[in-house]
């Protein structure tokens, strides 16, 4: 696949935004975090089709039409998780289960399409002191963890700490420490259907995490590894075989 065709939606509620809260937001996110995230995305992928979408748009920003032309889409929430459309909701779900990439980014923990997916509360501990966070690399063979050779050090963070209530990941990429002592599976992988989704928590809208180099490299390796481009977008189906089928 040629990174440069990726199609990729960059989702963001832009409610923070919109309230101006925090009021330094503009300061350090002047286009939104979805336009932050999205720049660090072409940066890494001259060329690639990059759209953003927020929460008042017409469907979300997330039309059928625009769905079927994503191959991942990345989803940060916080504030108006309740406001998204059940039908938005159904819709992703039913792409990511045919094959589109899903990147769910910090509070999006708890978006309505994270929890339908995972199946459980994906209820967190948190505590927001602007505290230094590491991000370990605990699998650096992981293509998500390509280039990332030591902690990542993010000088003011929300902290997010276990129990984190989702199901065992497919794979454990990164690992969270803090200031208080708590640690954070951080940055974890599933596979739902023939979709593939990376969850990755550093991101908190009080603090300019998404203009930090490594946190795009993050995301960018993220975004090729979820991305399955040109696939049929359906959903694997089980059949009732005829019998002898499978034999004489």
């Given at each position: 696949?040629?990174?440069?065709?990726?199609?990729?939606?960059?989702?963001?509620?832009?409610?923070?935004?919109?309230?101006?809260?925090?009021?330094?937001?503009?300061?350090?996110?002047?286009?939104?975090?979805?336009?932050?995230?999205?720049?660090?995305?072409?940066?890494?992928?001259?060329?690639?089709?990059?759209?953003?979408?927020?929460?008042?748009?017409?469907?979300?920003?997330?039309?059928?039409?625009?769905?079927?032309?994503?191959?991942?889409?990345?989803?940060?929430?916080?504030?108006?998780?309740?406001?998204?459309?059940?039908?938005?909701?159904?819709?992703?779900?039913?792409?990511?289960?045919?094959?589109?990439?899903?990147?769910?980014?910090?509070?999006?923990?708890?978006?309505?399409?994270?929890?339908?997916?995972?199946?459980?509360?994906?209820?967190?501990?948190?505590?927001?002191?602007?505290?230094?966070?590491?991000?370990?690399?605990?699998?650096?063979?992981?293509?998500?963890?390509?280039?990332?050779?030591?902690?990542?050090?993010?000088?003011?963070?929300?902290?997010?700490?276990?129990?984190?209530?989702?199901?065992?990941?497919?794979?454990?990429?990164f690992i969270s420490s803090f200031d208080g002592g708590e640690?954070?599976?951080?940055?974890?992988?599933?596979?739902?259907?023939?979709?593939?989704?990376?969850?990755?928590?550093?991101?908190?809208?009080?603090?300019?995490?998404?203009?930090?180099?490594?946190?795009?490299?993050?995301?960018?390796?993220?975004?090729?590894?979820?991305?399955?481009?040109?696939?049929?977008?359906?959903?694997?189906?089980?059949?009732?075989?005829?019998?002898?089928?499978?034999?004489?």
């Amino acid at each position: 696949m040629n990174p440069q065709s990726l199609r990729i939606t960059v989702w963001n509620e832009g409610v923070h935004e919109a309230r101006q809260d925090p009021p330094a937001i503009a300061g350090y996110y002047p286009n939104g975090m979805h336009g932050a995230i999205a720049e660090g995305l072409a940066g890494h992928f001259p060329g690639a089709l990059i759209r953003t979408a927020v929460l008042a748009d017409p469907e979300h920003g997330l039309s059928e039409d625009v769905l079927a032309d994503t191959d991942v889409l990345l989803w940060w929430g916080h504030l108006a998780h309740g406001d998204v459309s059940d039908e938005v909701v159904e819709r992703v779900r039913r792409h990511v289960l045919g094959g589109m990439g899903l990147l769910v980014l910090h509070s999006a923990h708890f978006s309505k399409i994270f929890i339908s997916l995972m199946g459980t509360t994906c209820s967190l501990q948190w505590r927001n002191d602007g505290e230094r966070e590491l991000v370990w690399n605990v699998n650096p063979t992981h293509p998500i963890a390509e280039g990332i050779t030591g902690p990542i050090v993010i000088p003011e963070q929300e902290m997010y700490g276990e129990f984190f209530d989702i199901p065992t990941p497919d794979d454990l990429v990164f690992i969270s420490s803090f200031d208080g002592g708590e640690v954070f599976r951080s940055g974890v992988t599933f596979t739902r259907g023939r979709g593939r989704i990376f969850y990755f928590s550093p991101g908190d809208q009080e603090y300019p995490v998404y203009n930090q180099a490594e946190i795009r490299q993050v995301l960018a390796n993220g975004v090729k590894w979820a991305a399955q481009h040109g696939i049929e977008r359906q959903a694997p189906s089980v059949g009732n075989p005829q019998r002898g089928s499978f034999g004489s």
